[in-house]
């Protein structure tokens, strides 16, 4: 069994910066690329950013320069760094993580935290 957890969650002004932790448990060989997504009310779930177990980064128009993922391979654990942060920016945001188990190769998702950007 595995799960992602996501924390780090909550209510800021607009530029203001929070900083987002998934950690990765359970049933684990290793785990291949990580990433964000985020859903806005009555829209559709959208990519924000992945990183692969190397560390090679990939971020979505709307975020670049202002947000930052990065991991911890020790830890399993996947981060977003929000800076600069708009109230466009509000949704409930996903850690998503492609796990190796036994020859085979998976893809979970976190149930999801809340980040809410308003004055």
């Known amino acids: 069994q595995v799960q992602l957890v996501e924390s780090g969650g909550g209510l800021v002004q607009p530029g203001g910066s929070l900083r987002l932790s998934c950690a990765a448990s359970?049933?684990?060989?290793?785990?291949?690329?990580m990433g964000w997504y985020r859903q806005a009310p009555g829209k559709q779930r959208e990519l924000v950013a992945t990183?692969?177990?190397?560390?090679?980064?990939n971020y979505a128009d709307s975020v670049k320069g202002r947000f930052t993922i990065s991991r911890d391979n020790a830890k399993n654990t996947v981060y977003l760094q929000m800076n600069s942060l708009k109230p466009e920016d509000t949704a409930v945001y996903y850690c998503n993580a492609a796990i190796f188990q036994t020859q085979t190769i998976r893809s979970y998702w976190g149930q999801g935290t809340q980040v809410t950007v308003s004055s």
């Open positions: 990183i692969t177990r190397g560390g090679a980064t």
């Open positions: 359970g049933s684990i060989f290793s785990i291949d690329g």
